[in-house]
């Protein structure tokens, strides 16, 4: 990457996220030179107009997709506008905009080519509930049993992704709960994944996508098809 | 002849003739029809040649032969219930990826009007 700067792209997935969205959107743009992109997945809420006015490009999603489809509709647009650093953060505050660097260094440096946020690395302040944290260490397990990555955060979306593995995902990226399966994709591309420290929060407004109902349903889902992707050919 | 075997007789051509016609109206694709038309053939075939039947059903254990019937139906009943788990899945795909590409084109579509959120649904 001589010459011309790196061309990024911030993907924010939302959801019914009126409330916290045209802060972070405003606080990204006031902060950095990158573009914002906002999809919207299905809101029936102001989501989207409030992100066009806090100055993101928008995607307006006409049915709701879930978290994995909303995503990989950003990595379309980052493929087809040629990003070459796709950054996805979460629409509701968790993720704190600050440590966005941190997560693009390595990508920049060369060191890696994804770069992944972990709550757990350094000190922290991070309290989850105990279905949670089990969870957390099961797919912990999970991924380093199978990919060989040392992971500490497995389930944490806010991370940054190099061209490559933005256009590979364009094309196989989960439908739902996506972030430890695509340990799996990056693992069988042979792509150099980091952890680094960041700070992650409460949600500030709304709701988790995770309630404890499905915390069962989740657990089953990613691991069949965290399996499933360990023996799945990629055409 | 039993009254079970008389009642799969009617009940499996009446099936064949319903699925025959649904096809010729073109409200079931062909690609749909196809298990459902070997099905009721294999059964209409069996209820008729009663020596075939009894001959299957013993070889593999049966004592009642016409219970052999129900196995051969609830098999396709399953084999299309699969079928049409995998047309599901997709149609989830088609659906996923046109709903991405409608994003992306009313994207595209505003980039020149300077973007009025209040154009389109």
């Avoid at chain 1, 993907?11 to 999809?39: C, K, T």
């Avoid at chain 1, 993720?95 to 757990?120: N, Y």
């Avoid at chain 2, 096809?23 to 020596?51: A, C, H, N, P």
């Avoid at chain 2, 059903?57 to 788990?85: K, N």
Wanted: glycine fraction near 8%.
């Amino acid at each position: 990457m001589e010459g011309t700067p790196p061309r990024i792209l911030v993907v924010i997935p939302a959801h019914q996220e009126e409330r916290s969205i045209g802060g972070l959107v405003r606080s990204l743009r006031e902060r950095y030179p990158y573009d914002v992109l906002l999809v919207n997945d299905g809101s029936t809420d102001r989501t989207s107009e409030t992100a066009r006015e806090a100055g993101a490009i928008v995607l307006d999603l006409p049915c709701n997709l879930g978290i994995g489809g909303a995503v990989q509709t950003g990595f379309l647009y980052a493929r087809d506008h040629g990003y070459d650093v796709v950054v996805r953060i979460d629409g509701d505050g968790q993720h704190e905009v600050e440590d966005i660097p941190k997560i693009l260094e390595p990508i920049l440096a060369g060191r890696a080519d994804a770069v992944i946020g972990s709550r757990f690395l350094g000190e922290t302040e991070y309290r989850g509930s105990i279905p949670r944290i089990f969870g957390i260490r099961f797919f912990r397990f999970l991924v380093n049993l199978t990919t060989g990555y040392r992971v500490t955060d497995p389930t944490s979306g806010f991370f940054a992704i190099d061209r490559h593995l933005v256009e590979f995902y364009s094309d196989h990226y989960p439908s739902d709960y996506p972030e430890v399966d695509a340990y799996i994709l990056m693992h069988r591309l042979g792509a150099r994944a980091l952890e680094v420290p960041v700070r992650m929060y409460e949600r500030a407004e709304g709701k988790s996508s995770i309630t404890t109902f499905r915390a069962v349903y989740y657990m089953l889902k990613v691991t069949l098809s965290f399996l499933i992707n360990r023996i799945r050919r990629f055409g | 002849m039993s009254r079970v075997t008389l009642f799969s007789i009617c009940a499996s051509a009446a099936l064949l003739l319903y699925i025959l016609e649904m096809v010729r109206r073109r409200k079931l694709r062909e690609e749909y029809s196809i298990l459902w038309l070997f099905g009721s053939v294999v059964i209409l075939v069996l209820s008729l040649k009663q020596d075939w039947l009894v001959g299957i059903a013993h070889a593999v254990g049966i004592v009642y032969p016409p219970s052999f019937l129900f196995l051969v139906g609830i098999l396709f009943i399953l084999l299309i219930l699969i079928h049409f788990s995998i047309a599901i899945s997709k149609l989830h795909q088609m659906n996923k990826r046109m709903a991405q590409e409608i994003a992306l084109m009313k994207e595209k579509a505003m980039e020149g009007t300077s973007g009025d959120p209040s154009i389109g649904p």
